[in-house]
T-cell receptor
Framework: AQKITQTQPGMFVQEKEAVTLDCTYDTSDQSYGLFWYKQPSSGEMIFLIYQGSYDEQNATEGRYSLNFQKARKSANLVISASQLGDSAMYFCAMREAGSGYALNFGKGTSLLVTP | DGGITQSPKYLFRKEGQNVTLSCEQNLNHDAMYWYRQDPGQGLRLIYYSQIVNDFQKGDIAEGYSVSREKKESFPLTVTSAQKNPTAFYLC????????????FGPGTRLTVT
């Protein structure tokens, strides 16, 4: 069964606008971590933000914030003030306590920022 | 500069040949990972290692082998038993404690014909 679901294959946003990328997850563990990565066309995976399952506050890193709704098992990424350089694939991932350190990735959302 | 290096960036092989992908890190991380990415897909775990001389299979380990003789190095061999080896391969590492995020290398794009 898919542990990470990203339902938006592609998204468009205008420069300077905010955009939300959706991510839902499935786990029976109490302790887990949620991650967002950016993959530009070069292929390298760039870490953006992390949220632990016990963290009470939503994580923020600069223009990135994670809207964590534990009861709904959702961990949406919000990018504020989009820039042209934000155009890339975005992947949501989860690490469960029971699977060592490995990450489960979703299939990704392609974001295109337009002028 | 600290980071993860993978070489080469592009690799071409004939079907039936084994090929070894290099992954080196100077971040002093204990854990290292290999992922495979196919077009339009997320990453899938091949193998991971949390300590020298020890490694575990991931979701798609069949047709692959690894070694971890040094903390800095985690090479991946794609054997002739791997039925669909053409893919983008990414190596990552992470700390054993503290911040849990994985840091990735630039990847190797393997094409087998």
């Amino acid at each position: 069964a898919q542990k990470i679901t990203q339902t938006q294959p592609g998204m468009f946003v205008q420069e300077k606008e905010a955009v939300t990328l959706d991510c839902t997850y499935d786990t029976s563990d109490q302790s887990y971590g949620l991650f967002w990565y950016k993959q530009p066309s070069s292929g390298e995976m760039i870490f953006l933000i992390y949220q632990g399952s016990y963290d009470e506050q939503n994580a923020t890193e600069g223009r990135y914030s994670l809207n964590f709704q534990k009861a709904r098992k959702s961990a949406n990424l919000v990018i504020s003030a989009s820039q042209l350089g934000d155009s890339a694939m975005y992947f949501c991932a989860m690490r469960e306590a029971g699977s060592g350190y490995a990450l489960n990735f979703g299939k990704g959302t392609s974001l295109l920022v337009t002028p | 500069d600290g980071g993860i290096t993978q070489s080469p960036k592009y690799l071409f092989r004939k079907e039936g040949q084994n090929v070894t992908l290099s992954c080196e890190q100077n971040l002093n991380h204990d854990a290292m990972y290999w992922y495979r990415q196919d077009p339009g897909q997320g990453l899938r775990l091949i193998y991971y290692s949390q300590i020298v001389n020890d490694f575990q299979k991931g979701d798609i380990a069949e047709g692959y082998s690894v070694s971890r003789e040094k903390k800095e190095s985690f090479p991946l061999t794609v054997t002739s038993a791997q039925k669909n080896p053409t893919a983008f391969y990414l190596c990552a590492s992470s700390r054993d404690r503290g911040r849990p995020e994985q840091y990735f290398g630039p990847g190797t794009r393997l094409t087998v014909t």
